[in-house]
């Protein structure tokens, strides 16, 4: 944490997250054009940041887009707000709120953490139903191989449908899948409303990535949802959802012990 607190003493490194926060998933030449910083020295204060975990970073094709993590405030929120007067821990508050509720001007969501464990424990937390079922309440059908079909059980219901596939899977590197269909068994058994349900399933298919990169004795787990129209109501639900089962995932892996959710899927 003391990284985090150094990268947001700069007030520099505060702009960088203001403009991240207004428009998130800029180029190091957008950002260079929106603020008045040399780009070496963009550079080396988007270095900072992302060695704090306060920003992080995807690449699409040639371009590394950078974004903002609230993992880091989590964390410090999780710590220490308790221990002080609402109006002593209001900016970490405001800070915190900020970063997880901001709409995204690129319709995705993208999520990195750290996670005390290897490549090969975390891909069979990510793929095996014994692990799933307890950090998330779902458990995949699918022998993992890039194109093969996966039926989800979620809530106790059955979710199958052919465009639901394995699109990538690296084992202990990078696995990514369609996500699940909006049926009405899933939304009785998720309690979630006919309204809702109809907005959801009105959109089309996203995809999430776990990405997973070796960081010492821990790995750097990586999670992008994107495939979404602007002004998703599937993305807004999922940007509340996916913290929790992150969470839950790092609380297993890590203790034995996953978090307990409401609906998260």
């Given at each position: 944490m003391d990284l985090v607190f150094k990268a947001l003493a700069d007030p520099s490194r505060r702009e960088l997250l203001?403009?991240?926060?207004?428009?998130?998933?800029?180029?190091?030449?957008?950002?260079?054009?929106?603020?008045?910083?040399?780009?070496?020295?963009?550079?080396?204060?988007?270095?900072v940041l992302e060695t704090a975990e306060l920003v992080t970073t995807v690449r699409r094709g040639r371009e590394k887009l950078h974004y903002l993590n609230a993992a880091p405030v989590n964390a410090i929120a999780d710590r220490w707000i308790s221990r002080y007067d609402r109006q002593r821990a209001q900016a970490l508050a405001d800070l915190k709120t900020a970063l997880e509720q901001t709409p995204m001007s690129r319709p995705e969501f993208v999520?990195?953490?750290?996670?005390?464990?290897?490549?090969?424990?975390?891909?069979?937390?990510?793929?095996?139903?014994?692990?799933?079922?307890?950090?998330?309440?779902?458990?995949?059908?699918?022998?993992?191989?890039?194109?093969?079909?996966?039926?989800?059980?979620?809530?106790?219901?059955?979710?199958?449908?052919?465009?639901?596939?394995?699109?990538?899977?690296?084992?202990?590197?990078?696995?990514?899948?369609?996500?699940?269909?909006?049926?009405?068994?899933?939304?009785?058994?998720?309690?979630?409303?006919?309204?809702?349900?109809?907005?959801?399933?009105?959109?089309?298919?996203?995809?999430v990535t776990f990405e997973l990169e070796p960081a010492g004795d821990a790995v750097k787990l990586t999670v992008i949802h994107d495939g979404f129209a602007p002004d998703s109501a599937v993305l807004s639900a999922i940007n509340t959802g996916w913290p929790q089962i992150i969470a839950s995932l790092k609380s297993l892996v890590e203790t034995g012990d996953p978090l307990h959710l409401v609906n998260p899927s």
């Amino acid at each position: 944490m003391d990284l985090v607190f150094k990268a947001l003493a700069d007030p520099s490194r505060r702009e960088l997250l203001d403009s991240l926060n207004a428009r998130n998933g800029q180029t190091l030449r957008e950002l260079c054009a929106g603020l008045d910083m040399a780009r070496q020295s963009v550079s080396k204060h988007l270095a900072v940041l992302e060695t704090a975990e306060l920003v992080t970073t995807v690449r699409r094709g040639r371009e590394k887009l950078h974004y903002l993590n609230a993992a880091p405030v989590n964390a410090i929120a999780d710590r220490w707000i308790s221990r002080y007067d609402r109006q002593r821990a209001q900016a970490l508050a405001d800070l915190k709120t900020a970063l997880e509720q901001t709409p995204m001007s690129r319709p995705e969501f993208v999520y990195t953490t750290y996670i005390n464990t290897t490549p090969e424990r975390l891909w069979q937390a990510l793929t095996d139903p014994a692990f799933t079922r307890r950090y998330w309440g779902v458990e995949f059908e699918t022998d993992w191989t890039a194109g093969s079909p996966m039926v989800w059980h979620a809530e106790g219901a059955r979710i199958a449908d052919p465009e639901q596939v394995v699109i990538a899977s690296q084992p202990y590197t990078r696995l990514s899948y369609a996500w699940h269909t909006f049926t009405d068994d899933w939304a009785k058994a998720s309690g979630i409303a006919e309204a809702d349900r109809a907005t959801f399933a009105a959109e089309p298919r996203s995809t999430v990535t776990f990405e997973l990169e070796p960081a010492g004795d821990a790995v750097k787990l990586t999670v992008i949802h994107d495939g979404f129209a602007p002004d998703s109501a599937v993305l807004s639900a999922i940007n509340t959802g996916w913290p929790q089962i992150i969470a839950s995932l790092k609380s297993l892996v890590e203790t034995g012990d996953p978090l307990h959710l409401v609906n998260p899927s």
